[in-house]
């Protein structure tokens, strides 16, 4: 679906809305949920309960098995090829300097949602991969599970798996320490 609005072309893909405009509008633009890809700005819409407490949860387990890096929620991570992007959580070994982190995640999160799911996995999934991201967890609160990720050589390889039938599991984060999941406390029923 398309239209126009304020003479610039609208349009939406699956609850998206994509935006043409440069990076200083990018950088004026008022949405907090903007991400700017390829001279568009792609805005998604507000997150739902179980998104929020799957990222409630998230956060909770990382900052506890990793209190030395810096956890954080909704950050813009700077990618190559003109790209910014907005990772559900974001952890870094090193406290962003700038408005946006400008070097390699040690991991990024990304909790699926039905007007996100192919933007988060089949687009975000390899641009942070490129950009030397650690790991990759994706969380489906809708299927109940999760993926965890490791960045081998700029493509993601699995690492773990939970769902109903292995609801628990622990992922080694590089030299930074082990998390233990627990689904249940991430995606609760």
């Given amino acids: 679906m398309s239209s126009f609005a304020g003479g610039v072309m609208v349009v939406a893909e699956k609850g998206l809305l994509r935006l043409r405009m440069s990076w200083e509008e990018f950088l004026a633009y008022p949405s907090e949920r903007a991400e700017w890809v390829d001279g568009e700005v792609v805005v998604s819409p507000p997150v739902g309960p179980g998104h929020a407490l799957a990222a409630t949860g998230l956060i909770v387990a990382l900052k506890s098995a990793l209190p030395d890096l ?31 982190v400008e070097t390699a995640p040690v991991l990024v999160v990304e909790i699926l949602s039905p007007s996100t799911r192919t933007e988060d996995t089949v687009r975000k999934g390899p641009e942070y991969a490129e950009a030397g991201a650690g790991q990759f967890w994706v969380v489906d609160p809708d299927h109940r599970s999760i993926d965890v990720f490791t960045n081998v050589e700029g493509r993601w390889e699995p690492l773990l798996h939970l769902d109903r039938q292995h609801p628990t599991g622990s992922v080694q984060v590089g030299e930074h320490g082990v998390v233990s999941i627990d689904l249940a406390a991430v995606v609760p029923a």
């Fill in 70 to 100: 810096f956890v954080m929620s909704e950050v813009g991570v700077r990618l190559p090829h003109n790209r910014m992007r907005g990772p559900d959580i974001t952890v870094t070994d090193t406290r962003p300097e700038a408005t946006w």
